[in-house]
């Protein structure tokens, strides 16, 4: 007979446990507050990549070409421990702590990722709506804003679910700086307690929760942005809303 | 001496090799109704995207209202125009594509208001109320909340209309803006259009429809590879075309 040597108890001690809660926040922390600084100078980028003047496009092509060609850990690398030689500077040696290095970094990644992400959505509208919207007499800056990436968030919004779920798997890579996050504290509270597969369970069934969630949201977001299309699509969260607001009593 | 609205002199325009421009004057004064017709890849289309520059030529001028466009005159210099310059002058110039080009993520109010809160920043009651009006003229009063998915392409057209009048142009241009409509939905849209003619807008129209030119237009202008073949009063050149090629032209598409 086959022995499985896996212990459920062990699994339902360790899900709730503080030290496995608190690296799970600092993931979640590091890996939202990296989105937004990526997707916000993401989208900064294609605009400028779409510029037609070849200053303002070849900084940003620049930009993505480096961050997009070296491996994130080598830039967390660079960006931690490599600053903090190059910089004697104490004020900033004392302020430049590894989670700020590691959002930083992650966000500086995410935005060359991003970059071409947004710049393949405002591609993607059609340029009789840029052709109109100069006709009426708005600068590029006020059609991009008004006109075309609003519409581009339809093409933009899938990818970028995508990447922030790889980002947050990503996020174990900081380990090499020193930030433990939700894999690295399982990995070590696995070789304190000789629990290996246990703790593993536990961080997969927290990533799991949280990719979910987070799907659940992408596709209300999706669905928000299907306004003023001919079909919107139905999902989990609003057919639960609608049975539970419309259909009371059944 | 009575200056035209729109000046155009000498245009030149090539794409790569290919010159689609290749020398054409033309004047049409306040109010002036002027219909271009001729043959696919003729430039009508590109001579209309030059005049509100967005397209720009490559040699030659146009002068919309005494304003040259795409440059200021500085000291007997030419000049290149800011992009806010660009931008405004053309906010002057109004323009009905083929396609409408309706902002699909705004209603069909939402579309008329847009460019004057933007651009002129009009408050936003009074861009409101203005839109509805302009909305009204155009057949479309209630229609005001609805999406440009669920209206037909003749409603959307009329909303392109209406989108284009909000910011109050001296000029309209129109390029095709019946071609891409099914037969029975023209109507409307031609009214519409004969509507504003008769309110004194002045406007350019590249199109097909023969009974539109006859009836609304005073001057027809027929082009072929690039330049201005014939020209003359809308019924006389129907009627009485002198050149051949422009008979050729004719004979298909009346």
Redesign the interface.
């Known amino acids: 007979m086959l022995a499985i040597r896996f212990d459920l108890d062990t699994v339902g001690d360790f899900l709730f446990d503080p030290i496995i809660l608190e690296a799970l926040r600092e993931t979640l922390y590091i890996a939202l507050l990296a989105m937004v600084l990526g997707i916000a100078l993401g989208v900064i980028l294609a605009v400028m990549r779409v510029s037609r003047n070849p200053l303002v496009s070849g900084m940003a092509g620049l930009y993505v070409w480096f961050w997009r060609a070296t491996p994130v850990v080598l830039q967390l690398l660079l960006m931690y421990f490599g600053l903090r030689q190059l910089i004697e500077n104490d004020f900033f040696r004392d302020n430049w702590t590894r989670w700020r290095a590691a959002v930083i970094t992650f966000g500086l990644n995410e935005a060359a990722y991003m970059a071409e992400i947004a710049r393949a959505g405002i591609l993607s509208v059609e340029s009789g709506q840029m052709d109109a919207a100069k006709s009426l007499g708005m600068t590029n800056l006020q059609a991009m804003r008004r006109v075309i990436l609003p519409q581009a968030l339809r093409v933009i919004v899938p990818p970028t679910g995508n990447e922030f779920v790889a980002m947050l798997k990503n996020t174990s890579v900081a380990f090499a700086i020193g930030v433990v996050e939700l894999l690295n504290a399982a990995k070590i509270q696995a070789a304190r307690n000789f629990r290996v597969m246990e703790l593993y369970t536990v961080a997969a069934f927290w990533y799991l929760v949280v990719v979910s969630a987070f799907s659940v949201l992408q596709a209300e977001l999706e669905r928000r942005l299907a306004v003023g299309e001919r079909e919107r699509p139905e999902t989990l969260l609003s057919r639960a809303m609608a049975v539970l607001g419309g259909r009371r009593g059944i | 001496m009575n200056e035209g609205l729109v000046r155009c002199i000498d245009i030149h325009k090539r794409f790569g090799k290919l010159e689609v421009l290749r020398g054409i004057n033309l004047e049409v004064g306040r109010g002036e109704v002027v219909v271009i017709i001729g043959p696919s890849g003729s430039g009508k289309t590109t001579l209309l995207r030059c005049i509100?520059h967005?397209e720009v030529v490559d040699k030659g001028r146009i002068y919309v209202d005494g304003e040259l466009m795409g440059y200021q005159e500085v000291n007997g210099h030419l000049k290149e125009d800011s992009?806010?310059e660009v931008?405004?002058k053309?906010?002057?110039?109004?323009?009905v594509?083929q396609?409408f080009?309706?902002?699909?993520?705004?209603?069909a109010l939402g579309n008329v208001i847009?460019?004057p809160i933007?651009?002129?920043k009009v408050p936003r009651k009074e861009a409101d109320a203005m839109g509805r009006e302009l909305l009204a003229k155009v057949g479309l009063a209630d229609k005001l909340q609805a999406?440009?998915?669920?209206l037909s392409g003749g409603q959307q057209q009329r909303v392109?209309i209406a989108?284009?009048l909000a910011?109050q142009p001296k000029l309209m241009l129109f390029d095709e803006p019946t071609s891409a409509l099914d037969p029975e939905l023209v109507g409307e849209v031609l009214e519409a259009m004969r509507a504003l003619a008769l309110d004194g807008m002045t406007m350019i129209v590249v199109t097909h429809e023969m009974g539109f030119a006859r009836e609304v237009a005073e001057r027809i202008i027929f082009m072929d590879e690039g330049v201005i073949v014939e020209e003359g009063l809308s019924k006389e050149l129907i009627a009485n075309p002198q050149h051949q090629r422009t008979q050729t032209f004719l004979s298909k598409v009346l």
């Not at chain 2, 999406?147 to 669920?150: F, T």
């Open positions: 509100n967005l992009e806010r931008a405004r053309r906010a002057s110039i109004g323009m594509f396609r080009n309706l902002f699909p993520h705004l209603t847009e460019a933007q651009v002129k999406y440009p998915a669920q392109a989108r284009a910011m």
